[in-house]
Antibody, heavy 124, light 107 residues
Framework: DVQVVASGGGLVQPGGSLRLSCAASGFTVSSNYMSWVRQTPGKGLEWVSVIYPGGSTFYADSVKGRFTISRDNSKNTLYLQLNNLRVEDTAVYYC??????????????????WGQGTLVTVSS | DIQMTQSPSSLSAFVGDRVTITCRASQSINSFLNWYQQKPGEAPKLLIYAASTLHSGVPSRFSGSGSGTDFTLTITSLQPGDFATYFCQQSSSPPPTFGGGTSVQIK
C-alpha cells in the first residue's frame, strides 16, 4: 500500500526557516515527479514546487529563491526547505505524486498519493 | 499563469439531487483538466482526470465533461459522503493551477 507521511510544520516568526518532510512507502520518490502544494483559506490550493526524477527542480514565482525542494533517496523522503518565511506563506503544505496516466496525451497528469498535510504558521 | 474559475463557490443540495459544478479556464487547456474532492482535515482526492476519465474506485455517479475552456463536474443522486469541497486543476501549461473550490453543503 502507498503511504505518504508529512511532518515538519510549526509556528515560526517572519524571516525564519523550516524544513518539511514527506516520507513515502509503496513507491520510490526518486522515480517520480514529486510536488509540494499548499492551501490557504484565502488563496485556495497553490502549487509550490516540483522535482523531476532526473533532479530538475521548478518553483512558483512566489517562493522562488526562498524555498528549496530536495529528496533523500536512501530514506525515500521528499523535503521542502522554507527560508525567509513571510506571513503569506502560512498554509497547510501537502506533498503529492504527479501521475501521467498511460495512454493519455503528453501533458496530462494529475496529483495523487497526497501526504496528510503539515501546517506552517508564520507569525510574530 | 492560467486562471481557473469555478462556480458556484458554494451550493446547498439535498441527498439525491443532481449537482453540476463549472470550471472555466482563462485560455484553452484542451482536455487537461482534473477534478478533486476534499473533505475537512483531509488532502484532496482525485475524482476525474483528462476532463472525463473516472479515476479508479470513484463511483459512477461522478462524471466530467468539457474541453477548451469550459468544463463541468456532475454528481447524479448526491450521497451523504459527497458533501465536500470540489476543485478543478489544469495541467495544460505550467505551473499547474487550481480553481477556487466549490463547497457542496447539505440543504
Amino acid at each position: 500500500d502507498v503511504q505518504v507521511v508529512a511532518s515538519g510544520g510549526g509556528l515560526v516568526q517572519p524571516g525564519g526557516s523550516l524544513r518539511l518532510s514527506c516520507a513515502a512507502s509503496g513507491f520510490t520518490v526518486s522515480s517520480n515527479y514529486m510536488s509540494w502544494v499548499r492551501q490557504t483559506p484565502g488563496k485556495g490550493l497553490e502549487w509550490v514546487s516540483v522535482i523531476y526524477p532526473g533532479g530538475s527542480t521548478f518553483y512558483a514565482d512566489s517562493v522562488k529563491g526562498r524555498f528549496t525542494i530536495s529528496r533523500d533517496n536512501s530514506k525515500n523522503t521528499l523535503y521542502l526547505q522554507l527560508n525567509n518565511l513571510r506571513v503569506e506563506d502560512t498554509a497547510v503544505y501537502y506533498c503529492a505524486r504527479e501521475i501521467a496516466p498511460a495512454g493519455m496525451p503528453a501533458g496530462v497528469f494529475y496529483f495523487d498519493d497526497w501526504g496528510q498535510g503539515t501546517l506552517v504558521t508564520v507569525s510574530s | 499563469d492560467i486562471q481557473m474559475t469555478q462556480s458556484p463557490s458554494s451550493l446547498s443540495a439535498f441527498v439525491g439531487d443532481r449537482v453540476t459544478i463549472t470550471c472555466r479556464a482563462s485560455q484553452s487547456i484542451n482536455s487537461f483538466l482534473n477534478w478533486y474532492q476534499q473533505k475537512p482535515g483531509e488532502a484532496p482526492k482525485l475524482l476525474i482526470y483528462a476532463a472525463s476519465t473516472l479515476h479508479s474506485g470513484v463511483p459512477s455517479r461522478f462524471s466530467g465533461s468539457g474541453s477548451g475552456t469550459d468544463f463541468t463536474l456532475t454528481i447524479t443522486s448526491l450521497q451523504p459522503g459527497d458533501f465536500a469541497t470540489y476543485f478543478c486543476q489544469q495541467s495544460s501549461s505550467p505551473p499547474p493551477t487550481f480553481g477556487g473550490g466549490t463547497s457542496v453543503q447539505i440543504k
